[in-house]
């Protein structure tokens, strides 16, 4: 049995099926089968089964895989320790963030930790769905959601807090709400769901309200598109308080129902990472780095029920 045939069984598995395993090692879908059949043969087991989505391991194959994953980590951590004659951080680290959040919020941080690591190379993809960590070779993804993929660990940062606010052209000629009450009657602009509709939750001085179903009059995933609506006078805007910051510091967006606090869909805030994979010093001190930029709560481990309820401290 050798290293490479371990690695190989791990790529397939991790990767959901052989051609991605190979293209991830730069070998043909040929080579990755023949090493797989070889490995099988030399423990006398089937370790993977076919899928209608890919491949899967089986019982024995789940074993061997774990035992095969702690060889690699074990591996690339003596390969990390041998290189580091110094004590300065390299490596690479791919990082995918919501695109609002990321622009407004984390690039002063990214910029910051780049100039104290000279020798790490950001990879940043600045946008809001991703699939598959590994597959798109992502080692950290900063995600809005209600709860987190089981399959991944999460870092907790709290819940995203929404503003309710007009453009103070649009208040020349309208009135921003001041009760939920007036919620369904207000043209609300915000990032909507996939029915069109969103569910939002209203608390007040901490204690839960109630809960409405909307249907916004103008809907996008892009934020600083939304930021540019809410501005130009379109309606009252119902997005993340970092989002509107700067227009509500310069007098060009006024805030509503301050005294109430809103949320949509339950979101939080969650940092995401791979489970039993190795991860670099770099990726280890980035993932220190946005951690106490950002707030850390808790930890979520695969198979650990996110406590939805506990009271967190959300990004500043």
């Known amino acids: 049995m050798d290293f490479l045939a371990f690695n190989i069984l791990v790529q397939i598995i991790e990767h959901g099926n052989l051609s991605q395993a190979a293209k991830f090692l730069n070998m043909s879908r040929a080579n990755v089968s023949y090493h797989l059949a070889r490995l099988e043969k030399s423990l006398g087991a089937s370790l993977l089964r076919r899928t209608p989505q890919g491949v899967e391991a089986t019982e024995v194959g789940q074993r061997i895989y774990r035992h095969a994953r702690n ?18 951080i390299s490596g690479k680290i791919g990082l995918s963030v ?30 809001n769905f991703i699939d598959n960590l590994l597959k798109d070779s992502v080692d950290i993804a900063i ?11 999460a870092r907790d940062m709290g819940p995203v807090r929404y503003s309710l606010c007009a453009s103070s052209d649009w208040l020349r000629s309208h009135r921003l709400p001041e009760t939920p009450s007036e919620l369904s009657r207000t043209p609300l602009i915000t990032s909507g769901g996939e029915s069109g509709k969103v569910r939002l939750q209203i608390a007040r001085n901490g204690q839960p309200l109630e809960e409405l179903d909307i249907t916004p009059t103008l809907m996008s995933r892009s934020y600083p598109f939304l930021c540019d609506c809410i501005t130009g006078g379109l309606g009252v805007g119902l997005v993340p308080d970092y989002m ?32 039993n994979r190795f991860q670099s010093g770099a990726a280890r001190a980035l993932i220190d780095f946005l951690s106490d930029r950002m707030g850390l709560a808790r930890i979520i481990r695969p198979g650990d029920l996110p406590d939805t309820a506990q009271a967190l401290r959300p990004p500043e």
């Open 71 to 88: 060889i690699l980590n074990e591996t690339e951590l003596v390969r990390e320790l041998a290189q580091s004659s110094t004590d300065d």
């Open 98 to 127: 919501p695109t609002g959040y990321g622009h407004l919020v984390m690039a002063p941080w990214l910029i910051e930790f780049k100039r104290a690591h000279p020798q790490v190379v950001l990879d940043i993809r600045l946008e």
């Open 143 to 153: 995600r809005v959601m209600s709860d987190p993929p089981p399959m991944l660990v």
């Open 244 to 275: 509107v910051r700067s227009q509500v510091e310069d007098g060009r967006v006024v805030l509503a129902m301050q005294d109430y606090e809103f949320s949509i869909n339950q979101g939080r805030m969650f940092m995401l990472y791979m489970p």
